[in-house]
């Protein structure tokens, strides 16, 4: 097969992401008063309206609502005042009523949008010609989004006897029904997605949005947040979609990265060789690297959807909509630009740390203990704390004060910070106690120096010359020469100064 | 002493409270006399003795503690089998829940116990309430008190019969398209059918969710009120989200002369070719006893009213289509047996479980929801839906009630009527109600000539107006009873004083 950047030369990839997301930081289910969880015995957490009981009702949940009008707020959607429940009909045990409550043509959240920013590596996907890109190559691509609506989980089901799991040779199957009814909501983007990358993109920045209203834990590995992709490719310069095939089993960003390029890849080969593309869900297998037909979808499915009569239509007033907008905390977005506007933050440190609103509360936390060190402290919050298991906000920030003072290096903050980690020690105070603080004493640091350029007299003259590389060389001799104990950047600086003497 | 099927819900509530009697005597009798006139009514899935000793005796205990007792105090009260009652089956006389134990207790049923009543079994019914005749219950027929060759209606026939035969004083049933008033006119009871939202839905199994609503039977317009009171006490039921505050008494105003009062009829509808002289006679009487009492009669009209029982008809088993899904053998009701796939089982359960009807209405459903279908049925259904809904928000600016048959004809005999769109056709003058969701009550007003089978005519009024409506119903109640016609709390003359008395 030939490369993903070779076949978006001549061919134009539109993918279409249907994502779910249980809302899992909720305590109760969509439509009754049942637990939420996943942690506990088998169905445990049931009750006559999950369990589809003659003459239960369901009762809607009215924080999963706030929940969904959160997220459509924050994606730029639009909140319908009105709009209904729906039942969609489907014969199989997973659906205890044997209709799933979702909704119908009108969602709470409809017609949104979300801009990504598309840099480095993953830029390059996109031929250049099909989109602005900027000085460094990077690109703005608006993804619209046609909705997001609410509707509740099935059950899980276990089948024993095949392999994986799978129900393929399975002897039997087994239902555990704490998860039906569980609040999900299933966004549904326009075919805008123009590359994997774009793709992965969008899942990361829509997990981001969402954990940071905190509606979610949104785990792709625990399937709390899962994502079906839809694509297509078409010769460049037409406009008529492909037929599209269905990706499932996508449980991280990379699967649905490799996935989507595995199939653009594919569908491209197929219609090269004059082969047809078939309209078909497939299923990706991450250790095999490649998509496998599912099923195939002949005909669409009829399940018979209309307005669930046992729940009125829902009137949001504008009072609840505007309560909701009230609950939106700071965005990714916003929080980026204003890490980079009032902190000075590199934009890429800056977009990491707002992007998850855990090391965001942590890093805005540090910041009030040093602040002074605060690029510093978004240096170690993103380079060194991802490594530590319970390093504390002011730990971080006696560290990065250190580190901003030079009296340690980057290397030494590593060790230090394994060393604190899960204790209450203080970094200064372990610093001092073995000896680790570096030399900023110019007078000690000049002697080290004097005897480094007396003995390199090779390094010096090719100094002279025009090699001024030499001097990380004169650098590492100083402190061979101190034990580590001097300011790298201070020899850095004395040796200059005494060259260009 | 007195028998039990003489005395009305609130003379066995004061008789309790006053000590004359106790609730477990009440109990006792009951049973008596279900256990005496049971063979010829036959209007019951499931007595539950023990159930109901249990609550007597608790009753007697609170009074013995000197506690307040409820409003029903010891009066026994029979559901309708398609409602929940911890201790009991519920089966909607359905092959498929046959064996079905109640889970929970449906807030309906609770209410009358919390009240103070006594429950004493759940009724037969046409099987998960579809029909008008009672005859598609999957286990036995239930017989017209009056004439037990001739059907007691349907599909609430067990709970209209138990009260006529004087075995209970009060039972519930459900009302989809006119299943609690036509069985009440059929055995010549009150039967009130509430407003959509009055009464809980919680724990009754659903047939047309939009459509159902749960209401009483009576022997007298009185008791119905007092039922009413024990349904809407507690306020809206937080488990039915379709359901509505009603703070208010049916009993207080039910004596207020209905002086100025404006009742409409519908003259077409009067002249309706399937309309029996006798049932229109009928409706003469109650017209003549409302004037005599100062009540207007005014003309109004209903205009799309003709569409009614198509409307009806494709909400109705679209609703019920997808209702009765969950009956799939998988998780309870039942289950074939052998069967080597999933979709072997689950088609066979539901061929074996469910009755003729049941699978007629439900691959109605099937069908009028389809891709393509929907839009030429479902959609103009519910457009015929809002245009009926208006037609009587219409009716009632010049209005209090609107006075109509509740059946074309008295009780028919058994086998009768076997064409099913025949019997579809007897709902005329009930459905168009459900489709607006407003009250409807069903009052006797004397008996057909000849036959002796009870007639009754239907009240309708306008939404949450039912206590208005039960005092108009109480004006033809008190202008019958002044005649000789009928006397209201009547039990079926085959059947009176049979068993039941109070030791």
Request: glycine letters at 8%; hydrophobic letters at 40%.
């Amino acid at each position: 097969m030939k490369k993903l950047q070779e076949v978006l030369r001549d061919w134009e990839a539109v993918i279409g992401l249907e994502v779910h997301t249980e809302l899992t930081t909720l305590e109760t289910k969509m439509f009754c008063d049942c637990k939420l969880s996943h942690d506990d015995e088998p169905n445990t957490n049931v009750c006559p309206v999950c369990l589809g009981m003659p003459g239960a009702l369901p009762v809607p949940n009215k924080k999963a609502i706030e929940s969904i009008v959160m997220a459509g707020l924050a994606t730029n959607c639009e909140i319908q005042p009105r709009s209904y429940f729906y039942r969609k009909h489907y014969f199989y045990p997973d659906m205890s009523k044997n209709y799933q409550t979702t909704q119908g043509p009108v969602a709470f959240c409809m017609h949104g949008h979300l801009d990504l920013e598309v840099s480095g590596q993953g830029a390059k996907e996109r031929p250049d010609s099909t989109v602005e890109k900027d000085a460094q190559g990077s690109y703005v691509a608006p993804i619209r989004i046609l909705r997001i609506h609410m509707e509740e989980d099935a059950a899980k089901m276990v089948h024993v006897g095949g392999g994986e799991g799978r129900i393929g040779g399975a002897s039997e199957s087994l239902i555990d029904y704490n998860r039906c009814g569980t609040p999900l909501i299933e966004l549904v983007t326009e075919p805008d997605l123009r590359t994997p990358e774009e793709a992965r993109l969008f899942m990361e920045k829509l997990r981001q949005t969402f954990l940071t209203l905190g509606i979610s834990d949104c785990s792709l590995e625990a399937g709390s947040m899962r994502c079906d992709g839809n694509v297509s490719i078409r010769r460049r310069g037409t406009t008529e979609f492909g037929t599209k095939t269905e990706m499932k089993n996508i449980n991280s960003f990379k699967s649905l990265h490799d996935a989507l390029e595995y199939e653009i890849c594919r569908q491209a080969e197929v219609l090269e060789e004059g082969g047809i593309v078939y309209q078909e869900t497939r299923h990706w297998e991450p250790s095999k690297r490649r998509t496998v037909v599912m099923r195939v979808k002949e005909t669409a499915d009829d399940y018979r959807m209309y307005p669930d009569p046992d729940l009125a239509p829902f009137d949001l007033s504008d009072e609840f909509v505007q309560s909701c907008r009230e609950r939106v905390p700071e965005l990714p977005d916003a929080k980026r630009d204003r890490y980079v506007q009032t902190h000075g933050l590199k934009r890429t440190d800056a977009s990491q740390i707002a992007g998850d609103p855990a090391v965001a509360r942590f890093f805005e936390e540090a910041i009030t203990y040093a602040p002074k060190a605060v690029q510093t402290i978004a240096n170690v919050v993103v380079n060194l704390v991802p490594a530590t298991t319970a390093v504390t906000a002011a730990q971080v920030a006696s560290l990065s004060s250190l580190l901003a003072e030079d009296a340690i290096t980057f290397a030494q903050a590593r060790e230090v910070l394994e060393l604190v980690d899960g204790t209450n020690d203080d970094p200064q105070k372990v610093v001092d106690e073995r000896g680790m603080r570096q030399s900023t004493d110019t007078n000690a640091l000049a002697a080290t120096v004097e005897e480094v350029l007396a003995r390199c007299t090779d390094q010096v003259r090719q100094y002279k010359e025009g090699n001024k590389k030499v001097v990380g060389f004169l650098v590492g001799q100083c402190m061979k020469a101190s034990r580590g104990t001097g300011n790298p950047k201070l020899f850095n600086q004395l040796l200059r100064q005494r060259l260009e003497e | 002493m007195a028998n039990i099927d003489q005395l009305s819900a609130r003379q066995i509530a004061a008789g309790i409270a006053a000590g004359d009697f106790s609730a477990t005597e009440v109990a006792r009798a009951t049973l008596d006399a279900i256990d005496v006139r049971e063979d010829g009514v036959q209007a019951f899935l499931q007595v539950s003795a023990d159930l109901a000793l249990e609550a007597a005796a608790k009753t007697d205990a609170r009074r013995a503690a000197g506690e307040e007792l409820g409003p029903l105090a010891g009066v026994p009260v029979a559901f309708k089998d398609n409602m929940h009652l911890i201790g009991t089956r519920t089966t909607c006389a359905s092959r498929m829940l046959e064996n079905y134990e109640s889970t929970f207790t449906a807030t309906c049923v609770q209410r009358m116990i919390c009240a103070g009543a006594t429950p004493v079994g759940k009724t037969n019914m046409d099987e998960f309430a579809f029909g008008s005749s009672t005859e598609s219950s999957a286990f036995h027929r239930t017989n017209n008190p009056w004439d037990t060759s001739r059907v007691p209606g349907g599909s609430s026939g067990g709970s209209a019969a138990a009260v006529a035969a004087g075995e209970v004083t009060l039972s519930l049933g459900s009302d989809t398209g006119g299943s609690i008033r036509q069985p009440a006119s059929f055995c010549g009871v009150v039967g009130l059918k509430p407003t959509y939202g009055a009464v809980s839905r919680y724990g009754v199994v659903a047939f047309g969710s939009s459509l159902d609503q749960v209401g009483p039977f009576g022997r007298s317009v009185e008791d119905v009120a007092l039922a009413m009171n024990a349904l809407v006490a507690g306020g809206r039921d937080t488990l039915d989200s379709t359901s509505q505050e009603l703070p208010v008494d049916f009993v207080a105003q039910l004596e207020d002369s209905a002086e100025g009062m404006r009742v409409g009829i519908i003259p077409a509808l009067m002249e309706h070719e399937g309309l029996s002289a006798e049932v229109r006679a009928g409706l003469g009487r109650a017209r003549a006893a409302l004037e005599d009492q100062g009540v207007q009669i005014v003309e109004v009209d209903l205009p799309n009213m003709a569409s009614a029982i198509a409307a009806y008809y494709v909400i109705g088993p679209s609703e019920a289509f997808s209702n009765l899904a969950r009956f799939d053998g998988v998780r309870f009701g039942y289950q074939e047996p052998g069967c080597a796939t999933l979709a072997e089982q689950t088609a066979l359960s539901r061929a074996h479980g469910f009755g003729a009807e049941a699978k007629r209405r439900q691959m109605l459903g099937a069908y009028l929801l389809a891709a393509g279908v929907y839009d030429k049925y479902y959609y103009p259904a519910q457009q015929v839906r809002t245009l009926i809904t208006q037609d009587y928000r219409n009716a009632y600016q010049s209005c209090d009630a609107i006075m109509l048959p509740c059946a074309p004809t008295t009780a028919w005999r058994f086998g009768e009527v076997s064409d099913p769109t025949q019997m579809y056709a007897s709902d005329l003058f009930t459905i168009s109600n459900n489709i607006a969701g407003n009250g409807g009550v069903s009052v006797p007003v004397g008996r057909e000539e000849g036959t002796g089978m009870p007639l009754a005519v239907q009240l309708q009024g306008p939404a949450f107006a039912d206590h208005t409506l039960l005092r108009v119903a109480r004006a033809v109640e008190r202008g019958i009873a002044g005649t000789d016609a009928f006397v209201p709390g009547t039990v079926a003359p085959a059947f009176v004083g049979k068993g039941g008395e109070l030791a």
